[in-house]
């Protein structure tokens, strides 16, 4: 039996059908399209498929896709303004703080909404929050670097 | 697999019931959707319970606090007066994972899922932690040490659900606090966990305590002999050293790659020395 699932998708309210076993990642990658969303592990190791949910950063492979009935979701799709790129994006070009990119919509999911709660966080703060974001190509330096550099932007420093 | 998400607990406790297949109890899913894709677990019913209102809550009762089965780690260290009479318990569910993981994991789901290692449980075992289940036959109370039995079984029966955890109503000068030993510094399972829970008299002596370890044994432990070492003294480097014994000779530990019988056991007492200290600035400062 098919689950017909009513969500807000980046702001837009969004149908899908989908199985019982199939993860909110398996629904917005395979039925919705939006492949912005990484699959790196699966289960929960990596980060890759990191989304926001009711404004809460979770893995969307360790959720189910019937869960998300009338909630709020928000995924890489939704960061950039049309053409305009979201400070964190734009200081991640300029800091070289991606290479092969798998890694890197769930990384700017989980920094915007680090962001978003603490605007002026430490070095330390930004490596924890992170940390459960691997990257297998950047040595994480230059995503630190440009997480801190984007804050401070942001801020209007 | 068939998925419900009542929003009661009776008609929860129901459907579990009456289930001829294999039925789980879906919280966070950051243990049952991995066991579920690794097939390690193929269900045929899961039943959501976050549309019920009291797992999803954190209200003060009886002067203590109710927390709900399903609250996420994340929503627990926002909850400051929480926070505040049980930090140690909040750190504990607060090194469950990644910033992601802590967005949906719970108390019950890490007691729930029967792993001896589990963060959270010893520090709700040291803060004498109430388990109100609800089942077929209505609602009973347990208290966490008598839940887990055995890695993966519980003291729980077909169609019980954990609701809530009470944590009892705190004395002044009461701290409590939870260490784990991990190879790494973050992202790893714990090869010795302890929870410490204490409350010190006018005078500084030690009223009440409760020790619980964790990952030493096939269950967590509540360690009685570390406690009444600790009460009636001053807590002083004696004392301390007879809690450490004590610890150490409750330890039934596993042998593997991230820590042998003797470093586990050795490191069961360490640690325990170092949770009480934070345990006693705490009590101190409250
Ligand atoms: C990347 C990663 C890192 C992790 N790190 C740690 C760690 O450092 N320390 C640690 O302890 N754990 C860790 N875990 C394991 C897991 O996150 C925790 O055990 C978590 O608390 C489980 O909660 P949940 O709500 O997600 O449970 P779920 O997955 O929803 O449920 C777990 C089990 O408990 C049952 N259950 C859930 N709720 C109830 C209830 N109310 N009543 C009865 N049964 C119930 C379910 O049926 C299932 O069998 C990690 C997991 C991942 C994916
Ligand atoms: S794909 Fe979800 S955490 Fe790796
Ligand atoms: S850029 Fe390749 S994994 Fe991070």
Known sequence: MKHHVTTTINGDETEFLCDTEQTLLDCLRDELELTGTKEGCGSGDCGACSVLLDGRLVCSCLVLGVEVGGKKIDTIEGMATGDKLHPLQRKFLEHAALQCGICTPGVLVAAKSLLEKNPNPTETEVRYWLAGNLCRCTGYDKIIRAVMDAAAEMRGA | ?286
């Not at chain 2, 790893?188 to 044994?217: E, F």
């Not at chain 2, 509540?222 to 406690?227: H, S, T, Y």
Request: net charge positive.
């Open chain 2, 1 to 286: 697999m068939r998925y419900e998400s009542p929003d009661t607990l009776e008609a929860a406790a129901k459907l579990l019931a009456s289930e001829s297949g294999e039925a789980r109890i879906l919280a966070g899913g950051t243990d049952l959707l991995v066991q579920i894709r690794s097939e390690v677990l193929s269900p045929a019913l899961v039943v959501d319970i976050k549309k019920v209102a009291e797992t999803r809550t954190i209200k003060e009762e009886a002067g203590g606090f109710r927390i709900g089965a399903a609250v996420t780690g994340a929503e627990l260290k926002e909850h400051s007066a929480l926070k505040k009479v049980w930090p140690g318990l909040v750190e504990a569910a607060n090194l469950i994972g990644s910033t992601q993981v802590q967005g949906r994991a719970s108390l019950g789901g890490n007691l729930c899922n029967g792993s001896p290692a589990a963060d959270s449980v010893p520090a709700m075992i040291a803060a004498g932690a109430v388990a109100s289940i609800v089942g077929p036959n209505g609602r009973r109370d347990l208290k966490v040490e008598d839940i887990m039995l055995a890695p993966r079984k519980l003291a729980l029966q077909k169609g019980e659900i954990i609701a809530s955890f009470l944590l009892p109503k705190r004395a002044p000068h009461s701290g409590d606090a939870y260490l784990r030993f991990i190879p790494r510094t973050e992202m790893d399972i714990a090869v010795v966990g302890c929870g410490v829970s204490l409350t010190l008299d006018g005078s500084g002596t030690c009223a009440a305590a409760r020790v619980s370890l964790g990952a030493v044994a096939a269950r967590p432990l509540l360690v009685e002999d570390a406690a009444k070492a600790l009460i009636g003294s001053k807590i002083d480097d004696a004392a301390l050293e007879k809690m450490a014994a004590a610890a150490r000779a409750a330890c039934k530990p596993i042998d593997d790659k991230r820590g042998t019988i003797e470093f586990r056991t050795d490191v069961a007492g360490v640690l325990a020395k170092r949770t009480a200290l934070i345990a006693l600035e705490r009590a101190r400062k409250g």
